[in-house]
T-cell receptor, first 109, second 111 residues
Framework: AQRVTQPEKLLSVFKGAPVELKCNYS??????LFWYVQYSRQRLQLLLR??SRESIKGFTADLNKGETSFHLKKPFAQEEDSAMYYC???????????FGGGTRLMVKP | DAGITQSPRHKVTETGTPVTLRCHQT?????MYWYRQDPGHGLRLIHY???????DKGEVSDGYSVSRSKTEDFLLTLESATSSQTSVYFC??????????FGPGTRLTVT
């Protein structure tokens, strides 16, 4: 069965500092990976997916199949980036998403 | 917000009572999902539907049932609520690009 691990429950950085939110997965096939974000009192929304290779709000993520990782990065954190971030994967069957436990990012002024 | 709503948004109920949560979409998408969100666990799939009257179990389906009698509505029922089912419940729909859109969530407290 597939699994997604986000080792940090809380990540606190200062404004302007680089940010890396870690995500590791286990799946023997070729999954599709996503990052979702949940701002305070809002619904989850897609931040980015690896197949699109887009940069959204300055965030990027590279799929590393060798290390089975999909870390989320941003060179200069902003206060408005403070939110809960979830890494997720789908294997295609029913397109069900398997989520990691989430990382709360706090960007201090 | 992708035309997806949930009702009620908040509910407090007593142990042993049945509870039904409703997810409504205006997008006419075939796939709909119910997740629960708990600290440290992220979101976990309860049940999903791939069409009217077509449903299947997810990772944490025990104690839950679902029904989909029409495309726009996906109901989640807690047959006899327990304190362990206190959670935030999210509904999601999947579009043609396989992206999932989430509803605003229902906060359920079982006392």
């Amino acid at each position: 069965a597939q699994r997604v691990t986000q080792p940090e429950k809380l990540l606190s950085v200062f404004k302007g500092a680089p940010v890396e939110l870690k995500c590791n997965y286990s799946y023997s096939g070729s999954p599709e990976l996503f990052w979702y974000v949940q701002y305070s009192r809002q619904r989850l929304q897609l931040l980015l997916r690896h197949i699109s290779r887009e940069s959204i709000k300055g965030f990027t993520a590279d799929l590393n199949k060798g290390e089975t990782s999909f870390h989320l990065k941003k060179p200069f954190a902003q206060e408005e980036d403070s939110a809960m971030y979830y890494c997720a994967l789908t294997t295609g069957a029913g397109n069900m998403l398997t989520f990691g436990g989430g990382t709360r990012l706090m960007v201090k002024p | 917000d992708a035309g997806i709503t949930q009702s009620p948004r908040h509910k407090v109920t007593e142990t042993g009572t049945p509870v039904t949560l409703r997810c409504h979409q205006t997008e006419n998408h075939r796939y709909m999902y119910w997740y629960r969100q708990d600290p440290g666990h992220g979101l976990r799939l309860i049940h999903y539907s791939y069409g009217v009257k077509d449903t299947d179990k997810g990772e944490v389906s025990d104690g839950y049932s679902v029904s989909r009698s029409k495309t726009e509505d996906f109901l989640l029922t807690l047959e006899s609520a327990t304190s362990s089912q206190t959670s935030v419940y999210f509904c999601a729909i999947r579009d043609y690009s396989y992206e999932q859109y989430f509803g605003p969530g229902t906060r359920l407290t079982v006392t």
